[in-house]
């Protein structure tokens, strides 16, 4: 009922605030023969590490673009400008970049990492049609029309780390999850990972949530291993390194499993390579010799990598090649649209039933669980760390997933009191 | 049982980390009457020299912790001539002069390191002591609590058998009188004051390769010195150090039976029922008004 | 000074040129500076409240957590009863009040640097319970989907409609905050301040007029973070930490905390100069903290003394004296 008001009174009032601002929405449409891409992203503060890398990953895209003359949108060569702005996870700086990016430095459209930031700029950005992209699914509700997840969708597709732990190490039995308390990166994992280590049929037998003040992992971790698990679960940590440290130093012998290992170089400088060996995750390094096969959708990921190491050569997270995936995908939108204009080329992705996705078998998903099919899932890699380096070791199929379990996830995400439209 | 004494191994351990920032904030507070807000940031300034120093360009371990002292002490040093010192008579302003040096620290940290991702300080002692299967302390932990622990003896020494130790702790008591005595008031602000920051810069370089380095690191710290302080008794650096072993102990017990969260809530609802109860903290003497 | 002053003619007509200014400015900004000008008008709301908490002498640091008292108020009310704006901003006062009221019987036991940290002890352990419920406030994650209000057919998340509502509300409670200083209970807070033994002897119960201020001054506040909410649409528990309740004193100690005009003062031109050196970024903070550093050391009475300063260094002898003996 909230919804059928405020749609009514946008459709009555949008003449009324064009007028009283100055302001039309048809400004939005570019004239120029750039396209600016907007990254509203947190540069500093604890989130850093989700944001920063990947404004350096759409740098070097974007050099390589403009080097070869740009890309042509509608029978006109674009060349590709990066607009960025830092909001350290603050929402209200937020709002402020997302409203300055759209209206000020007229960005076609706006690229966040996702969670309480999204939450705030999308009703805003609806009302402005902003073509807006998040790396967690779980912020899409029916109301956000123009938020897209087309690259990652956090957390669904943990379930192929857990089935590709399930099938090769079978002795493994039970698990402690340790994670943040946060709702969109913690819970929202932590729930998943529930979800899957139950259809693999292994026991979670103690879970640990925190909150963003802990100095101190040992006493965290000392509690989880007093119950004996086969696996460490750290879902989707902000303290992955601690949380390494002190499991080698209390003696852990079992696996790991993680959403990511951001900076695994640092944790094996503060352990051993020895220990680090083994752990599982789903973000490769993009010279992973897998990448180079058919059916992967983004351009040359060798050379991409190596230039990002030679630029930045500590900084390489899970987000620096995400960001990047999601603005060429939206390129190929806009030149499949003939316009940047954000509900043409939405239409034009969202038109595709296959639409490209960076690992392969994309397919347009959602509806189930937000009420909107605008999570694009597909293969997503299953990787171990071996001799320090980061490797693929198979591509699983997450629909396939979810097509079966999807109950058990909706049963989970109820449990942590997480929105689901079903 | 395992758990718990391996919980009380790790809260020890955090206990002689808190100890030591405590005390300084306790000194500086108990001679100058000024609450250093910046104090947290001086352990974030000891931190990042040893990331700097140690883990970027290779200077020894115990070197950089060297370093680490000098410079905060400077800094403290430098904090007392120019702003605690004209502000005297405003204990207010002392404090907001703090605040505006915790952003310029700040500031600093992330113009030389960053303000991306954390930094991390590979330990520079490998390995763990294993006293039994499930008691496992890391070497690197082993060491800390042991200079923190020599650490705050040094400074007992210092406070009850020299000259400048008596003198400091009577401005404490009582800045007045002590003045009529002849002691050179300033002077002990500055004993007081590089005591205090030497301690914080220790604590920093201690803790340095047991956490995660960024500039904004000395909030938390803070936050539980605060809570150490007045636990304690403001006034009271024996109580300040006890308190903050007993805190430890209490954060990392509740920490693995209730969890994080609430163990912080509770500490903070600890300090209110101590402040309601008894003012004076646990060792703090009643200072006439 | 201007605490006596009748409205004479040249006042009422800065008065009126001051607020066709304001009403005139948000037309001439983009939508983001539009949103910085709405959060401007609610920060004055925070520190003119503030200060009405710092009149007994006592600085709280749990202010900022009042304010998210009142946002989640809002954002729960709004969230779970649909209720209109009308109530939801009454209802925000009046939950931060009533918390206020409770947290009078330990807080106010203590004075001064207790008192500044067991307030802050206080409204740390209100913040993580918003953290730590995630049922009910949604974590670290806050609340969001707070609709903007729709009155008689105008949206509020339009900036220029409900910068105007702001300006209004804001407005209504700086009068009310103005009366109540300069009536009898203002008057007892500023005696409790300055001579609380005397104000003791003559009968007035110090502690009573002490929790009269926290009460209020939180009601208010509660209000602003009712607000900011409704605007914004979300609200986290970061927005409330111990960081933005430093700038809150920053704005309050800057600007001047004696007259009742000297936080609006602070937070004005502050968030103007914040806003002038974005270009900065990174050291952005250090100017800030530099200022704040030159401004104890030099203004120690805030930007508010400017004019005073300036007239007794320029103006004649007898112009000084009558700042003197306002000032007193």
């Known amino acids: ?127 402005k049609n902003v073509f807006t992209t998040t790396l967690l699914c779980s912020d899409i509700t029916p109301d956000t029309e123009h938020l897209v997840a087309t690259c990652e969708s956090h957390p669904l597709y943990v379930v192929t780390g857990v089935e590709w732990l399930a099938k090769n190490h079978p002795d493994a039995k039970t698990a402690v999850i340790v994670t943040n308390n946060d709702v969109e990166y913690g819970l929202q994992a932590a729930a998943t990972f529930q979800a899957a280590f139950e259809v693999a049929g292994i026991e979670v037998v103690d879970m640990n949530l925190h909150g963003f003040d802990v100095t101190d992992f040992a006493p965290i971790v000392s509690s989880v291993l007093a119950k004996n698990p086969d696996i460490f679960c750290m879902a989707t940590s902000f303290y992955t390194t601690p949380l390494m440290e002190q499991l080698y130093h209390q003696g852990y012998k079992g696996k790991v499993i993680s959403t990511t290992l951001d900076y695994h170089e640092e944790v094996i400088a503060k352990t051993s ?86 690992f392969g078998g994309g397919k347009w998903w ?20 071996e001799g320090g380096k980061t490797r693929i070791k198979e591509f699983a199929s997450v629909s396939d997933w979810l097509d079966k379990h999807s109950d058990v996830l909706i049963k989970y995400m109820k449990s942590h009191g997480l929105r689901t439209v079903s | 049982m395992e758990l718990f004494l391996q919980s009380i191994a790790n809260g020890l351990v955090q206990g002689g980390f808190f100890a030591l920032f405590a005390v300084g904030l306790v000194l500086i507070f108990g001679v100058m009457g000024v609450v250093n807000f910046a104090h947290g940031e001086l ?52 404090l907001i002069c703090s605040i505006g040096i915790l952003f310029i620290l700040q500031v600093i940290a992330a113009l030389i390191g960053g303000d991306g991702p954390s930094k991390q300080v590979p330990p520079p002692y490998q390995g763990t002591l294993v006293m039994f299967e499930s008691l496992r302390i890391p070497y ?6 042991a200079i923190s622990v020599a650490a705050l003896v040094s400074l007992w020494f210092f406070l009850t058998r020299t000259r400048y130790g008596w003198a400091l702790r009577a401005v404490a008591l009582d800045r007045e009188a002590a003045e009529l005595q002849g002691i050179n008031t300033n002077r002990i602000s500055m004993v007081a004051i590089g005591v205090g920051t030497a301690l914080a810069g220790l604590a920093g370089g201690l803790i ?55 163990a912080t809530i509770s500490g903070l609802v600890l300090m209110v029922v101590v402040l309601i109860v008894k003012p004076t903290g646990l060792m703090g003497v009643r200072v006439s008004e | 000074m201007s605490s006596k002053g009748g409205f004479t003619m040249p006042k009422l007509a800065i008065g009126a040129v001051a607020l066709i200014a304001l009403l005139a400015t948000p037309h001439f900004l983009g939508f983001h500076h539009q949103d910085l000008l709405i959060f401007l008008t609610i920060n004055v709301l925070a520190v003119c409240s503030y200060r009405l908490v710092t009149l007994t002498g006592e600085w709280s640091l749990i202010h900022a957590v009042m304010m998210g ?46 008192f500044l940290i067991g307030s802050f002890a206080a409204g740390e352990a209100i913040r993580l319970t918003w953290v730590e419920f995630v049922g009910v406030f949604g974590g670290t994650s806050g609340l969001r989907g707070v609709e903007a209000p729709v009155v008689w057919g105008i949206d509020f998340l339009d900036p220029i409609p409900y910068f105007y509502f702001t300006l209004v509300v804001v407005g209504i409670c700086l009068l009310i905050l103005y009366r109540i200083e300069h009536s009898r209970i203002g008057l007892t807070l500023h005696a409790i301040h300055w001579k609380a033994p005397l104000a003791e002897s003559v009968g007035v119960n110090a502690w009573r007029y002490r929790a009269l201020a926290f009460i209020l001054g939180s009601f208010f506040v509660g209000i602003a973070g009712g607000l900011k909410v409704h605007y914004l649409g979300s609200v986290t528990p970061n927005q409330f930490t111990i960081g933005f309740m430093v700038f809150i004193l920053i704005w309050v100690i800057v600007g001047g905390y004696n007259k009742f005009y000297g936080p609006v003062i602070g937070v004005v031109v502050l968030t103007i100069f914040d806003e002038s050196i974005r270009s900065f970024e990174v050291i952005r903070p250090a100017i800030y903290g530099g200022m704040l550093i030159l401004s104890i050391l030099f203004l120690p009475m805030g930007l508010e003394s400017i004019p005073a300063k300036l007239k007794s260094w320029f103006g004649s002898d007898s112009a000084s004296d009558e700042q003197a003996l306002s000032d007193q």
């Open chain 3, 69 to 114: 008292v009142g946002a989640y108020t809002v954002a729960l009310s709004v969230n779970h009863f649909d209720l209109a704006i009308w109530f939801t901003l009454p209802l925000a006062g009046t939950a931060a009040g009533l918390i206020a009221a409770l947290l009078c019987f330990p807080l106010l036991r203590m004075t001064q640097f207790y």
């Open chain 1, 366 to 385: 959602g509806k189930e669980l937000w009420g909107r099919d605008n999570v694009v899932i597909g293969r997503w890699p299953v990787v171990v760390i």
């Open chain 2, 140 to 145: 690197q932990r082993v060491f800390s609590l």
């Open chain 1, 273 to 358: 390579q020895e220990f680090v060996d083994g752990t599982i995750h789903q973000f490769p390094a993009f010279d992973d010799p897998k990448l180079t096969e058919d059916g992967i959708n983004f351009p040359d990921p060798g050379g991409f990598d190596a230039e990002f190491r030679k630029r930045h050569p500590n900084d390489w997270s899970a987000v620096s090649w995400e960001y990047p995936a999601i603005m060429l995908n939206w390129l190929e939108g806009a030149k499949a649209a003939g316009s940047t204009d954000s509900d043409k080329v939405l239409k034009a992705l969202q038109s595709n039933p296959n639409p490209e996705f960076v």
């Open chain 2, 43 to 94: 352990v974030m300034v000891g931190a990042f020299t040893i990331w700097l120093l140690h883990a970027q360009y290779g200077l020894g371990y115990i070197p950089a912790i060297a370093v680490a002292i000098v410079l905060v002490t400077v800094i403290g040093l430098v904090m007392e001539r120019l702003l605690f010192r004209p502000t005297r008579a405003d204990p207010l302003a002392g």
């Open chain 1, 1 to 127: 009922m909230g919804i059928s008001r405020r749609k009514f009174i946008q459709a009555s009032a949008a003449g009324t605030v064009a007028a009283s601002t100055g302001f039309s929405p048809l400004t939005f449409a570019s004239s120029h023969d750039t396209v600016k891409i907007g990254m509203n992203i947190p540069m500093t503060g604890d989130y850093a590490p989700w944001g920063l890398p990947g404004l350096y990953g759409c740098q070097i895209v974007a050099d390589n673009l403009n080097a070869s003359g740009g890309v042509e949108i509608g029978g006109k060569k674009h060349k590709i400008e990066i607009v960025s702005y830092d909001h350290g996870y603050d929402i209200e700086k937020a709002v402020q970049g997302y409203k300055k990016m759209v209206s000020q430095d007229e960005a076609d459209m706006v690229m966040m990492l996702g969670g309480a930031t999204v939450g705030a700029v999308m009703p805003w950005g609806e009302r």
């Open chain 2, 208 to 262: 340095a390769p047991l956490t995660n380095i960024n500039p904004h690191m000395g909030h938390n710290v803070i936050v539980t010195a605060f809570i150490v302080t007045i636990v304690g008794g403001v006034g009271s650096l024996s109580g300040a150090v006890l308190a903050a072993i007993l805190y430890a102990v209490f954060h990392t017990l509740i920490t693995v039976y209730f969890g994080a969260t609430i």
